[in-house]
């Protein structure tokens, strides 16, 4: 068992596994074995400074020894841990308190069953971070008028051409030398730029029977008709059937709204141009919902402010 102690408010906590559960809470056996296991660390290990304020600390947290302040001695109980309990405080006051290191030396500190914490106060510049974030959370929904339940978060939904089944497609692309594909409307354009049609054809007629084409074999014939074989091979290109399908972004997951946005209009260029900021609800994930609620709810003004 792992017992903290926060130095700046004595306040108790029992670690169970990362978790800081507070003295008060725990039932009255936990109480009874997180108290002697402070007195017994104490005395085990020498740790004498602030005996007299740990002691103080069990006592006026601990429901039992509360009604035995006064009457230390009398431990007519059959609960054994209370037993234990009351000797030990009444062993642990008789030490009386020697002031040397806070948690003695190393050796022993990292041995004990009691941990003695530090817990600092947050940085005005982390706190008005967490006013910030805690306003955005309780007004984005109307804001951006988003109609997501919450807790939220936030993805990036980019778009790309996915090759379908002939007549299940949005329209046709072509790909191009097994690299890139494209559309017909851009191929006709690029090429026409690029290379230029042959003396006795016509650009608009190229372009019209490009984009026309349904199938590779046509598409090929029209290539070869319009433009130089020395200049562009038509079997590089192969036509195909394509719908628009989107997909949630890699890597990209915010907590806000806000946060999404100035991504996207930062980096757009590692997305489809018609990429947007798609809004998810976080079910079942009773982690990140307390976290949400806590970041809300949280009066972050009344939290103690680290001196400078």
């Known amino acids: 068992m792992r017992i903290v102690i926060d130095t700046d408010s004595n306040e108790l906590y ?10 008060p809470t725990l039932t009255e056996s936990e109480q009874n074995e997180v108290s002697i296991a402070i007195i017994e660390a104490v005395t085990k290990h020498n740790l004498c400074s602030r005996i007299e304020s740990v002691a103080d600390m069990v006592k006026n947290q601990h429901r039992l020894i509360k009604s035995r302040i006064g009457v230390i001695e009398d431990t007519d109980t059959d609960d054994e841990n209370s037993y234990r309990f009351c000797t030990k405080l009444k062993d642990l006051i008789s030490i009386g308190a020697k002031y040397d290191t806070l948690v003695g030396n190393k050796h022993n500190n990292e041995h004990s069953a009691i941990h003695i914490r530090k817990f600092q106060s947050m ?56 690299e890139y594909d494209e559309s017909l409307e851009d191929l006709a354009d690029n090429l026409i730029t690029d290379y230029g049609v042959k003396e006795s054809k016509s650009e608009k007629m190229a372009r019209l029977e490009i984009i026309n084409c349904r199938d590779t074999d046509d598409l090929q014939c029209v290539i070869r008709e319009y433009f130089s074989d020395e200049d562009i091979d038509a079997e590089e290109f192969t036509l195909f059937e394509a719908k628009r399908e989107g997909t949630l972004a890699s890597g990209a997951m915010f907590l806000t709204c806000e946060d999404a946005l100035k991504h996207l209009e930062a980096n757009k260029h590692h997305y489809s141009k ?13 982690s990140y919902e307390r976290l949400h609620n ?15």
Not at 14 to 23: I, M, N, S
């Open 294 to 308: 806590i970041i809300k709810e949280t009066d972050w003004d009344a939290l103690r402010v680290e001196d400078d």
């Open 123 to 178: 940085k005005k510049e982390d706190i008005e971070f967490l006013k910030h974030l805690s306003e955005e959370l309780r007004t984005q929904n109307d804001n951006h008028k988003l109609h997501q339940a919450d807790p939220m978060y936030f993805g990036i939904m980019t778009y790309d051409w996915v090759a379908t089944a002939e007549g299940y497609g949005d329209e046709y692309r072509v790909i191009v030398d097994s």
């Open 274 to 286: 018609d990429a947007h900021i798609y809004a998810m609800t976080a079910f079942r994930s009773p």
């Open 14 to 23: 029992k670690d169970e596994h990362g978790c800081l559960v507070p003295f």
